[in-house]
C-alpha cells in the first residue's frame, strides 16, 4: 500500500549513497571534491553504523588502489570524484578492467577541463569513461537523469559490477548530483542482489582467468583458501605474466568477447513516442534528457513527429538500437553538455544520407528547451 512505501526529499548525491548502502556497499575509500563531495559526506556518517568501512584517503589514485584490494578481498567497493579527480584515478581504473575486479566510479561531471568550473554542470567525460585508460579494456557506464534513478542505478551499479566482474561508473552531473527530489525508498526484500560467482573447483585447479563459457571467470576473494596472482601485465589463465602471443590475445578477446556477449542484458533505454516510428529521433541522456523530453513534447503539440531516445547505459553503447531506429527515420538530433561526444558514436551508426546534427552548450549551464525545440523545426523546415 502507498502508505507502507517510504518516501524521502533527497539530494542526488545524497540518493546515490543511499542507493550505494541498499546495493551492499560496504567500503568506500575517497578524497573530497566538488561537486561529489556529498556522497563521501553521506557514507562516511552511515557506513560505520552499518558495519562497513568508510576511508578518507591522501588523493583519488590511493582511492582508487584501495577500493581496488577491498574488492579482491570481498568487498562490495566504491569511491565518488569528478573532473581532475576522475583523471587521476585512470591506471588505476584501467588495472581494475584488465584484472576484472568488480567496483563502482561515481563521476559526478562538471565543467573542465583541469579545474574548469567546479560549481557548474557538463557532461564532458563520457568519452573518458570509456576510453580514459590506455589500451582495449572493457568498462560499463550508467547516466541516470533524476534523483530517484541515481538511487536504483546505483544498485543496479554494484550489480553489473558483482555479475560481469567489472568496473561500472555511474556518470552523474552537477544538476543530477545537487537536485532535490521525492525519492522512493525501496525495501531490503525489495532489492534483488547479485553476489559474483565464486569458484567450486579445489583450490590447486583454480584459474582466476579462466576462459569460460559466458566468458566471466569466477573470482574468489583473498582469505577463502584461494591463493591466485594479479598483475596489470597481461597475463594468463593463472594470473601470471605471459608475452605468449597466443595468451595474449585470448586474454583481450575474452575481455571483448564478454562485452559483446552480454550487452543486451547490461543495455537499458528509454523510449518516449516512438510508436509508429517518427521522423526526427532525438538521442539523449543524462540530465539533457530531462531538457529535451520537454521539447519533445511541445514539437508534438505542435504536429511534428518526434520522438526520443533516452540512452541509459552509455557503455556499451546500445548500437542495435539506434541502428534500427535509424533505419527508419529522417533525421537524428543529438542534445549534449559538451562540444559533442556520444553524437560521434550515433553517426556510427547512421545511414550515411540521414542528416545526424548536434545540439551543444557547453558553458557550464544547463541547457534550455528552446535549443532543441529550435532545432527540431529548423529540421522540419527543411523538408518543407
Not at 63 to 71: H, R
Not at 111 to 118: E, F, K, M, R, W
Not at 136 to 151: G, M, N, Q, Y
Not at 223 to 251: C, I, K, S, W
Request: proline share 7%; net charge negative; charged share 25%.
Amino acid at each position: 500500500m502507498e502508505e507502507d512505501k517510504e518516501w524521502r526529499l533527497l539530494q542526488g548525491n545524497e540518493a546515490c549513497a543511499e542507493g550505494a548502502l541498499l546495493g551492499g556497499c560496504n567500503f568506500f575509500a575517497g578524497y573530497p571534491i566538488t561537486p561529489s563531495s556529498e556522497i563521501a559526506e553521506y557514507l562516511s556518517r552511515e557506513l560505520p553504523r552499518r558495519g562497513g568501512v568508510f576511508i578518507q584517503m591522501e588523493d583519488e589514485i590511493a582511492s582508487m588502489g584501495a577500493v581496488i584490494g577491498a574488492s579482491l578481498a570481498g568487498a562490495k567497493a566504491m569511491t565518488a570524484t569528478s573532473g581532475p579527480g576522475f583523471s587521476l584515478k585512470q591506471e588505476n581504473l584501467g588495472f581494475a578492467s584488465f584484472c576484472e575486479v568488480p567496483c563502482v566510479v561515481v563521476n559526478v561531471m562538471r565543467g573542465g577541463p583541469s579545474t574548469g568550473q567546479p560549481t557548474l554542470t557538463s557532461q564532458a567525460d563520457v568519452l573518458q569513461a570509456r576510453w580514459g585508460p590506455h589500451g582495449d579494456h572493457p568498462i560499463i557506464a550508467l547516466a541516470p537523469s533524476s534523483v530517484e534513478e541515481t538511487l536504483f542505478l546505483t544498485i543496479e551499479s554494484f550489480n553489473l559490477a558483482e555479475k560481469y566482474r567489472e568496473p561500472v561508473i555511474l556518470l552523474l552531473d552537477e544538476v543530477i548530483a545537487h537536485m532535490r527530489e521525492k525519492t522512493y525508498i525501496p525495501k531490503p526484500e525489495e532489492i534483488h542482489l547479485v553476489e559474483r560467482k565464486k569458484p567450486t573447483c579445489p583450490p590447486d585447479d583454480y584459474l582466476p582467468f579462466e576462459m569460460t563459457e559466458d566468458y566471466i571467470p569466477p573470482l574468489a576473494a583473498y582469505g577463502e583458501g584461494y591463493r591466485f596472482h594479479v598483475t596489470g601485465l597481461t597475463h594468463d589463465q593463472r594470473g601470471f605474466p605471459t608475452n605468449r602471443p597466443d595468451e595474449a590475445e585470448q586474454l583481450l578477446t575474452r575481455l571483448k568477447m564478454k562485452m559483446e556477449f552480454h550487452k543486451k542484458d547490461m543495455w537499458k533505454y528509454e523510449g518516449l513516442f516512438l510508436e509508429p516510428v517518427p521522423d526526427i529521433l532525438v538521442v539523449t541522456y543524462g540530465s539533457t534528457a530531462r531538457v529535451a523530453k520537454r521539447a519533445v513534447r511541445i514539437a508534438r503539440d505542435e504536429g511534428i513527429s518526434v520522438g526520443l531516445l533516452r540512452v541509459i547505459t552509455v557503455w556499451p553503447f546500445p548500437d542495435e538500437v539506434v541502428k534500427q531506429l535509424a533505419s527508419e527515420v529522417k533525421g537524428i538530433i543529438v542534445p549534449e553538455q559538451n562540444q559533442g561526444q556520444i553524437i560521434c558514436e550515433v553517426e556510427r551508426y547512421v545511414r550515411r544520407d540521414i542528416p545526424v546534427v548536434g545540439v551543444h552548450r557547453f558553458d557550464g549551464s544547463m541547457m534550455e528547451p528552446s535549443q532543441i525545440y529550435n532545432t527540431i523545426k529548423e529540421m522540419k523546415q527543411k523538408w518543407q
